[in-house]
């Protein structure tokens, strides 16, 4: 199967030519190309179409195994809440407040690239990058904690996953349902639809939340890359 879909992959260049094909066609043969030590060396595999394909089985089986692994989450997920009984919604910590650390860590990874190397203003965003960095975990590392199956994971994310999805550490989700929990009473649709100032008077008291601040800061007690004044100035800017 995979050398006869090398073959077709050659067929198609061969028609087409460099310049139309698909950039997944071209990560293939750049695999095979015995110049930069391909999966198959030239001299054992005259044939390209067979060297590609190769390439083209990989393809295949991590194909495979990325979606065993996808079910694997959702029905170890589904199976600890059925033992326990409980359908907890905790998606908006991951969507929204993870989604908050995401945009972040990008932001700050954007002024980095302005700055001139080993300036004082690279070191301080390196420092705050890693910082966020910390707060996050890859979707496929939740299978190692039953935990975080448990009272962190849904299984819509998994829906959302296009390939090194990250979700918000586990030391960090109380702090996240809190945050949403709050956030959820100070701006609700009643009173964006009745009251002036809404967001203002939400980011307000957000700011003066002590026990978010606690809760922040004990959530970050084993994140060494920040010490406790610049964590708190980060904590405003995750949750603004």
């Known amino acids: 199967m995979a050398e006869e879909s090398g073959k077709k992959i050659m067929e198609i260049k061969a028609k087409k030519g460099k310049e139309k094909i698909s950039f997944h066609l071209k990560v293939l043969h750049l695999l095979q190309d015995h110049k930069l030590g391909g999966l198959v060396d030239e001299l054992s595999c005259a044939d390209k179409g067979q060297r590609v394909g190769v390439a083209v089985l990989v393809q295949i089986l991590n194909s495979r195994i990325e979606t065993r692994l996808c079910e694997g989450l959702i029905a170890m997920a589904d199976k600890h809440r059925m033992k326990q009984n409980v359908v907890p919604h905790y998606r908006d ?24 190397e080993g300036s004082e203003k690279e070191l301080e965003l390196t420092k705050n990058i890693e910082f966020l960095s910390d707060m996050r975990m890859y979707a496929a590392e939740t299978v190692l904690s039953d935990e975080y199956l448990d009272n962190c994971y849904d299984s819509f994310l998994q829906s959302a996953n ?16 809190k945050l949403m929990e709050v956030l959820s009473s100070l701006v609700t649709q009643n009173k964006l639809l009745n009251e002036k100032h809404v967001t203002e008077k939400a980011i307000e008291s957000l700011v003066k939340n002590n026990e978010l601040m606690e809760m922040f800061l004990e959530s970050s007690k084993d994140n060494t890359h920040l010490v406790e004044e610049e964590k708190k100035k ?5 949750m603004f």
Not at 162 to 177: A, D, I, N, P, Q
Not at 234 to 238: L, M, P, Q, S
């Open 93 to 116: 910590v991951n969507t929204i407040f993870g989604y908050s650390i995401f945009d972040a860590r990008k932001g700050m990874i954007l002024k980095k690239r302005g700055c001139e």
């Open 234 to 238: 980060r904590r405003k800017c995750i």
């Open 162 to 177: 296009r390939g090194y999805m990250t979700l918000v550490k586990e030391e960090y989700f109380e702090f996240g349902k």
